[in-house]
């Protein structure tokens, strides 16, 4: 078979051709720019030397972080002091027993009068008209005699009781004893209002508050009214106890942590939400949102717990956003390892 000499040359000049020509046409496409990673937060430092966290839109609406206003309160300065509830089984058993007596001092005083009365008729009968013997005469003034006896038992009975009453829980819930019917009393026997123990502290000897705030190992505040002095010492409590008395129920033995509240002005500042603190390095800290995705940390200057958070009077202002969800996280984002050293000044930037 006779070969073709000019076909070979002529493909593979076709051959180079077109590889040329693709090559010009790759190079002169546009190269995508590469793909950008997502911004990682960033950290400033401020002129007080705090440290600002800043995310990125992206990162802000992926991490859930939530923010609520802070509002300003009155703080009255407190002192605390420790107290207990005691079992009130004694002073049931006294309502009991003194209801007793009180029904048998009633009976002896309805008898003595009744014999009191027939004596004196028996003896003007006898004066008057001599209707009645010698020996009628003297046995009306023997029951008058004994009924008078019995009904000073029973007097007798009755103030020993109170004074059982007194010695024990102080003379106003004796006082709620000897009356009858009671709702007060009742309540403290029916355990709808509870009576407490509270040792004032050995400085705050004087006049006790009248009203305070208790809270119990659930961290509960309930307010107590005063009722008197304690009688009776008590070996677990150092300092005048003084007797109060809560209208909220509580358990028998619990211990208390006493509020006292002290004779000054009460201070104005905010209050830092529970959910808002941090504990860095032994301090409690708050994020503050100073715009879109700028979060500055700030530690809570003298913090004073209360109910639902911190009170703190300089360091924030009413009306600034607190980070109450996320707080935690940002934290950590904090502690990454940053690109480009800062000049944060907290103690723990030298480790």
Not at 103 to 113: N, R, V
Not at 345 to 351: A, G, H, M, S, Y
């Given at each position: 078979?006779?070969?073709?000499?000019?076909?070979?040359?002529?493909?593979?000049?076709?051959?180079?051709?077109?590889?040329?020509?693709?090559?010009?046409?790759?190079?002169?496409?546009?190269?995508?720019?590469?793909?950008?990673?997502?911004?990682?937060?960033?950290?400033?430092?401020?002129?007080?030397?705090?440290?600002?966290?800043?995310?990125?839109?992206?990162?802000?609406?992926?991490?859930?972080?939530?923010?609520?206003?802070?509002?300003?309160?009155?703080?009255?300065?407190?002192?605390?002091?420790?107290?207990?509830?005691?079992?009130?089984?004694?002073?049931?058993?006294?309502?009991?027993?003194?209801?007793?007596?009180?029904?048998?001092?009633?009976?002896?005083?309805?008898?003595?009068?009744?014999?009191?009365?027939?004596?004196?008729?028996?003896?003007?009968?006898?004066?008057?008209?001599?209707?009645?013997?010698?020996?009628?005469?003297?046995?009306?003034?023997?029951?008058?005699?004994?009924?008078?006896?019995?009904?000073?038992?029973?007097?007798?009975?009755?103030?020993?009781?109170?004074?059982?009453?007194?010695?024990?829980?102080?003379?106003?819930?004796?006082?709620?004893?000897?009356?009858?019917?009671s709702a007060e009393l009742n309540r403290l026997l029916n355990h709808q209002d509870t009576?407490?123990?509270?040792?004032?502290?050995?400085?705050?000897?004087?006049?006790?508050?009248?009203?305070?705030?208790?809270?119990?190992?659930?961290?509960?505040?309930?307010?107590?009214?005063?009722?008197?002095?304690?009688?009776?010492?008590?070996?677990?409590?150092?300092?005048?106890?003084?007797?109060?008395?809560?209208?909220?129920?509580?358990?028998?033995?619990?211990?208390?942590?006493?509020?006292?509240?002290?004779?000054?002005?009460?201070?104005?500042?905010?209050?830092?939400?529970?959910?808002?603190?941090?504990?860095?390095?032994?301090?409690?800290?708050?994020?503050?949102?100073?715009?879109?995705?700028?979060?500055?940390?700030?530690?809570?200057?003298?913090?004073?717990?209360?109910?639902?958070?911190?009170?703190?009077?300089?360091?924030?202002?009413?009306?600034?956003?607190?980070?109450?969800?996320?707080?935690?996280?940002?934290?950590s984002e904090e502690q990454r390892p940053q690109i480009a050293a800062s000049a944060c000044?907290?103690?723990?930037?030298?480790?």
């Open positions: 078979m006779k070969r073709r000499p000019g076909l070979l040359p002529w493909l593979v000049t076709a051959s180079a051709a077109t590889s040329a020509a693709l090559a010009a046409w790759l190079y002169l496409q546009p190269v995508p720019p590469p793909a950008q990673l997502p911004a990682a937060p960033t950290w400033l430092t401020n002129e007080a030397g705090l440290t600002l966290v800043t995310l990125d839109p992206a990162t802000l609406a992926r991490s859930g972080i939530q923010t609520a206003m802070l509002a300003s309160i009155e703080h009255q300065a407190e002192q605390l002091a420790y107290g207990s509830v005691p079992d009130i089984q004694p002073l049931t058993d006294l309502h009991s027993r003194y209801r007793t007596a009180q029904g048998d001092f009633g009976a002896a005083q309805a008898a003595a009068t009744a014999s009191n009365q027939e004596l004196k008729r028996s003896r003007a009968l006898a004066r008057d008209a001599g209707n009645v013997s010698e020996k009628g005469l003297q046995a009306a003034a023997a029951t008058a005699s004994a009924d008078q006896a019995k009904l000073e038992t029973a007097r007798s009975t009755v103030q020993a009781l109170r004074a059982n009453a007194v010695q024990q829980f102080g003379e106003p819930v004796a006082q709620l004893l000897a009356m009858q019917p009576l407490l123990r509270i040792a004032l502290p050995a400085q705050g000897k004087g006049t006790p508050p009248r009203r305070i705030s208790v809270e119990d190992d659930s961290g509960q505040r309930v307010q107590a009214d005063l009722l008197s002095a304690a009688p009776q010492s008590d070996p677990n409590l150092a300092g005048q106890v003084y007797l109060y008395r809560s209208t909220t129920p509580l358990p028998f033995g619990s211990r208390l942590l006493a509020h006292l509240p002290v004779a000054q002005r009460a201070a104005s500042g905010v209050l830092i939400p529970q959910d808002a603190v941090v504990w860095f390095g032994a301090i409690p800290w708050a994020y503050v949102q100073t715009e879109a995705g700028h979060f500055l940390r700030r530690p809570l200057s003298d913090p004073r717990p209360v109910s639902g958070g911190y009170f703190v009077g300089s360091g924030f202002k009413a009306g600034e956003q607190v980070v109450v969800r996320g707080a935690q996280m940002l934290l000044k907290d103690p723990e930037c030298d480790d």
